[in-house]
C-alpha cells in the first residue's frame, strides 16, 4: 500500500482501527486458548503448566468421539440445523419477494417496521410471548377447551419441540433476513419490469425471470454464511426452552459444550476439544459449500 493512499484516505483507517482491536482481542488472541483441547488443562497450573494429553494429545477427542452421549447430541444439533436451513433460509427470500409487491410505500414501511421489530427483543422475551399461547394454560389450549377438545403439553413434547423451536427463530428473524435481499431488490433497473410489462409477462414471471436472478448473488453468499453456522444452533434459545422432558432431542452442541465445560468440574479440555471439532466441522461445511456455490454461479459464494 503506497504511503500516499494511507495519507489520503487516514480518517477512515482511523475509524477502522476499534473494529480491528475488537477482533484481534476477542477473536484472535483467544484462539492461543485451544491447546486446551490438546492437554490436561488444570486451572492452578495454567495453559502452559498443565501436561499434554494422554494418546499423543488426542484423548478428548477420542473420548468423545467414541461417547455415545456426544452422538446423540451431535444429531439433534443437525437434524435442528436442517429444519432451521429448510424453513428459515428461504422465509425471509419469499418475504422479500412480497414486501416487492406491495405498491404503497408507507403500507409497505409499516409491514416492515412490525416484521423486524422482534430482533431487537430477546430470545426470553419471545419465549415469554410463546409460553402464553402454548403453555399448558396457554391461549391455544383455553381454545381447545372451549371446543371439548384435550389440553396438549405443547413445551414439554418431544412431537412439538422442534416445530416450536423453528417456528420462534422464524418469527424472531425473518424480518430481519428480509432486509439485505430489499436492498438487493431496490436496484434492480425499473426498465426491466416496464419492458416485461410491455411483453404480457405476469408478475410470477417478472419475478422468476427479473428479481430472482438479480439477488441470486445475495443469495449464494446469504446460504454460504448460513451453511457455515449450521451447527450453531441457537445457545440462548436452546438454554430457555430446554427442559427435562425434551432434552433427549433439545440437547444440542453447544449447550452441551456449556454444560461440560461451565457447569462440569474441570471438564475444560474435553469442552474445548468438542467447540473445536465443531468449528472444523462448520469450516469444512463452509468450504464445501462456497465451492459448490461457485460451480453453479460465478458470482455467487463468499470469495
Do not use: C
Amino acid at each position: 500500500m503506497k504511503w500516499s493512499k494511507l495519507r489520503q484516505f487516514w480518517p477512515l483507517y482511523l475509524m477502522f482501527v476499534p473494529v480491528a482491536a475488537f477482533f484481534i482481542i476477542f477473536h484472535y488472541k483467544p484462539l492461543f486458548g485451544i491447546i486446551i483441547a490438546f492437554k490436561e488443562y488444570n486451572f492452578a497450573q495454567g495453559i502452559w503448566g498443565s501436561s499434554w494429553a494422554s494418546d499423543n494429545g488426542f484423548r478428548h477427542f477420542i473420548r468423545f468421539i467414541s461417547n455415545g452421549e456426544f452422538w446423540r447430541i451431535f444429531w439433534n444439533t443437525v437434524i435442528l440445523a436442517a429444519f432451521r436451513i429448510l424453513v428459515t433460509f428461504p422465509a425471509p427470500v419469499i418475504l422479500a419477494l412480497m414486501f416487492n409487491e406491495v405498491k404503497s410505500q408507507n403500507y409497505k414501511k409499516i409491514l416492515q417496521t412490525f416484521s423486524y421489530l422482534p430482533h431487537f427483543v430477546s430470545f426470553v422475551i419471545v419465549y415469554a410471548i410463546f409460553y402464553s399461547f402454548f403453555a399448558l394454560d396457554g391461549f391455544i389450549n383455553n381454545i381447545r377447551i372451549l371446543f371439548g377438545l384435550d389440553k396438549i403439553l405443547w413445551l414439554g413434547s418431544t412431537k412439538y419441540y422442534r416445530g416450536i423451536f423453528v417456528g420462534m427463530g422464524l418469527w424472531k428473524e425473518i424480518g430481519w433476513g428480509a432486509i439485505i435481499y430489499l436492498a438487493a431488490i431496490s436496484r434492480v433497473n425499473p426498465d426491466l419490469y416496464e419492458a416485461a410489462d410491455i411483453d404480457g409477462a405476469s408478475k410470477f414471471m417478472k419475478m422468476w425471470h427479473i428479481t430472482l436472478p438479480a439477488i441470486r448473488p445475495i443469495v449464494s453468499i446469504s446460504f454460504v454464511r448460513t451453511m457455515g453456522s449450521i451447527l450453531d444452533v441457537s445457545f440462548e434459545q436452546t438454554l430457555i426452552m430446554n427442559n427435562n422432558m425434551v432434552s433427549s432431542i433439545a440437547d444440542v452442541l453447544s449447550y452441551y459444550i456449556y454444560k461440560i465445560g461451565i457447569l462440569g468440574i474441570n471438564q475444560y479440555s474435553y469442552a474445548t476439544a468438542m467447540g473445536l471439532f465443531n468449528s472444523l466441522l462448520a469450516l469444512g461445511i463452509v468450504i464445501l459449500t462456497n465451492f459448490g456455490a461457485k460451480k453453479i454461479d460465478e458470482d455467487g459464494g463468499l470469495w
